[in-house]
């Protein structure tokens, strides 16, 4: 079956390092975004991309990056993580938004 | 941009007691609607959706019809159980802003408590 997985579950990081959340689609959906969520704040979009080499920020996208060289990985990107980061991150993907999203079981991350 | 307002909680109830969770919208265009469901240490899972209007979605005894007169896609299921606590977001396809193409935009989301 065509699944959506998110890898780690958990991190626990120091302020400052880079850090990589990976997320893995065998949808084969062009459609990729990954969202923050916060107590008080629901869902954030941080980036997305519509297909390979195509990226685009989202309404929280500073301090964050994410490439695009096929259509199954999104991995997204804390350039030096900060106290601020420390969330439970969620990546989706989509054939259309027509039809909704599939989205990951979540990475805790925790930024000490 | 296109937004949703979603009913605050927590909501508490009583198992068999019925349930609605309140969502209206503004959009641009013809959205579709949908409900997701995110049980504990999970991620959000499509629990149902509405494509265009006086369309009812449905799926595990929960309703929800696009009204476009008055802009609301509100949840209802008749008898809640314990297994049904979780927080409930409410999306539209919309426009995030002038010109862009159409994302999911959600709602706050609605935690739901049931008590035995």
């Known amino acids: 079956d065509a699944e959506i997985t998110q890898s780690p579950r958990h991190k626990i990081t120091e302020t400052g390092r880079q850090v990589t959340l990976a997320c893995h689609q065998t949808w084969n959906h062009n459609n990729m975004f990954w969202y923050r969520q916060d107590l008080g704040h629901g869902l954030r979009l941080i980036h997305y991309s519509y297909g390979v080499h195509d990226t685009n920020k989202g309404e929280v996208s500073d301090g964050y990056s994410v490439s695009r060289s096929n259509t199954e990985d999104l991995p997204l990107t804390l350039e030096s993580a900060a106290s601020s980061q420390t969330s439970v991150y969620f990546c989706a993907s989509s054939e259309s938004v027509y039809y909704g999203y599939t989205f990951g079981s979540g990475t805790r991350l925790t930024v000490v | 941009g296109d937004s949703v307002t979603q009913m605050e909680g927590p909501v508490t109830l009583s198992e068999e007691a019925f349930l609605t969770i309140n969502c209206t919208y503004t959009a641009t265009g013809y959205p579709s609607l949908f409900w997701y469901v995110q049980y504990p240490g999970e991620g959000l899972q499509l629990l149902l959706k509405?494509?265009?209007?006086?369309d009812k979605g449905s799926n595990k005894g929960f309703e929800a019809t696009y009204r476009k007169e008055t802009t609301s896609f509100h949840l209802e299921k008749g008898s809640v159980q314990v297994s049904d606590s979780a927080v409930y977001f409410c999306?539209?396809?919309?426009?995030?802003?002038?010109?862009?193409?159409?994302?999911?935009?959600f709602g706050s989301g609605t935690q739901l408590t049931v008590l035995p």
């Open positions: 999306a539209l396809s919309g426009l995030v802003s002038s010109g862009s193409a159409r994302q999911l935009t």
């Open positions: 509405a494509t265009k209007a006086d």
